[in-house]
Nanobody
Framework: QVHLVESGGGLVQPGGSLVLSCAAS????????MGWYRQTPGNERDFVAG???????TYADSVKGRFTASRDGAKDTIYLQMKSLKPEDTAVYYC?????????WGQGTQVTVSS
């Protein structure tokens, strides 16, 4: 069974930065795509950033220029570097990994942007 484990969430002031990590229990090059979603209470999970196996990346308009997704194959880990954080970035952030027949999810990590 494959596991994804996020870490790095926390409380940060507006304008601050955080780096989220998502460690996979298998070789991440076997996944077609990996990335991040976020969810606030009472709302659906929203796409934040994604990377596919050819190296291309996509971002939600709300985070373009502030968030950067990256991967480290040697560590089987992906990252989400978040800068210039805003209160509206407050959410639980989930990493995902796509296989042909299934999408795997991590357990989520809380990010709170508040003064």
């Amino acid at each position: 069974q494959v596991h994804l484990v996020e870490s790095g969430g926390g409380l940060v002031q507006p304008g601050g930065s955080l780096v989220l990590s998502c460690a996979a229990s298998r070789d991440i090059t076997t996944f077609y795509a990996m990335g991040w979603y976020r969810q606030t209470p009472g709302n659906e999970r929203d796409f934040v950033a994604g990377m596919i196996s050819d190296g291309s990346k996509t971002y939600a308009d709300s985070v373009k220029g502030r968030f950067t997704a990256s991967r480290d194959g040697a560590k089987d880990t992906i990252y989400l570097q978040m800068k210039s954080l805003k209160p509206e970035d407050t959410a639980v952030y989930y990493c995902y990994a796509r296989l042909p027949d299934v999408t795997l999810w991590g357990q989520g990590t809380q990010v709170t942007v508040s003064s």
